[in-house]
T-cell receptor, first 113, second 112 residues
Framework: GAGVSQSPRYKVAKRGQDVALRCDPI?????LFWYQQALGQGPEFLTY????????KSGLPSDRFFAERPEGSVSTLKIQRTQQEDSAVYLC???????????FGPGTRLTVL | KQEVTQIPAALSVPEGENLVLNCSFT??????LQWFRQDPGKGLTSLLL?????REQTSGRLNASLDKSSGRSTLYIAASQPGDSATYLC???????????FGKGITLSVRP
C-alpha cells in the first residue's frame, strides 16, 4: 500500500518568501506529526494533529510557522517570511493513533538563500 | 525533559560482524520506543517498535531490547552486511505529550 508522501521533495526559497509543504498521510491514519531535522541531528517535533484538530503545536519555533489539516487527511506546513535558519528537512509522519508506530515520509528539504 | 543519547556517533565494522547499537534515555516513564533507519537524503524507515511492557522485539536479523528502569535500549544486528550501512536512530514516546524524542543517531558503515 501507499506510504506517507510529501511534496515538494526539494524547495529553494529566497529569504523572506513564504513556502508551503504538503503531506499526504497513510489513508485512515488519525494521527499526523510534523518534525524538523537539521543536518546531523535527530528530528525535532513541531506539531501534532488528531484528525483535523491540532492538539499540540508546542514545537513550532515561531509564529511564522503554521500548520493545518482541514479535512483530517492532507496536511500543509506553511512558513512565512522564511529565514536562513529555517533551512532543514521537514518530515511528516502518520500513525493509526498517537500511541502507535509512526510512519515517516521522505521529507522536504528546504534551503533558504 | 526527556533526553535521548546515542553513543558513539559513528561506527565502522567489517562485514559479517554482529554488532550492538546503544540508546539511553533520561525519563523512564515511556510509552514505547522505536528504532529507525535513515539512508542519506531519505526519510525514516521504522525498524522495530517496543511497547513499555515488552522486553524485546525481533525482525529478521534485528533484535531490539528495552530496559525501561535503567533507561536503555539496544539494537542488535546479526551478521552485518554492507547494505546495513545507514544512520540508526532511536526515539521514545512518553505519551504525556504528543511527540517522539529522538537521539542524534549512530552512523553505521559496514565494510565489504
Amino acid at each position: 500500500g501507499a506510504g506517507v508522501s510529501q511534496s515538494p521533495r526539494y524547495k529553494v526559497a529566497k529569504r523572506g518568501q513564504d513556502v508551503a509543504l504538503r503531506c499526504d498521510p497513510i489513508s485512515g491514519h488519525v494521527s499526523l506529526f510534523w518534525y524538523q531535522q537539521a543536518l546531523g541531528q535527530g528530528p525535532e517535533f513541531l506539531t501534532y494533529f488528531q484528525n483535523e484538530a491540532q492538539l499540540d503545536k508546542s514545537g513550532l519555533p515561531s509564529d511564522r510557522f503554521f500548520a493545518e489539516r482541514p479535512e483530517g487527511s492532507v496536511s500543509t506546513l506553511k512558513i512565512q517570511r522564511t529565514q536562513q535558519e529555517d533551512s532543514a528537512v521537514y518530515l511528516c509522519a502518520s500513525s493509526p493513533d498517537r500511541y502507535n508506530e509512526q510512519f515517516f515520509g521522505p521529507g522536504t528539504r528546504l534551503t533558504v538563500l | 525533559k526527556q533526553e535521548v543519547t546515542q553513543i558513539p556517533a559513528a561506527l565502522s565494522v567489517p562485514e559479517g560482524e554482529n554488532l550492538v547499537l546503544n540508546c539511553s534515555f533520561t525519563d523512564s516513564a515511556i510509552y514505547n520506543l522505536q528504532w529507525f533507519r535513515q539512508d542519506p537524503g531519505k526519510g525514516l524507515t521504522s525498524l522495530l517498535l517496543i511497547q513499555s511492557s515488552q522486553r524485546e522485539q525481533t525482525s529478521g536479523r534485528l533484535n531490539a531490547s528495552l530496559d525501561k528502569s535503567s533507561g536503555r535500549s539496544t539494537l542488535y544486528i546479526a551478521a552485518s552486511q554492507p547494505g546495513d550501512s545507514a544512520t540508526y536512530l532511536c526515539a521514545v514516546y512518553t505519551g504525556a505529550n504528543s511527540k517522539l524524542t529522538f537521539g542524534k543517531g549512530i552512523t553505521l558503515s559496514v565494510r565489504p
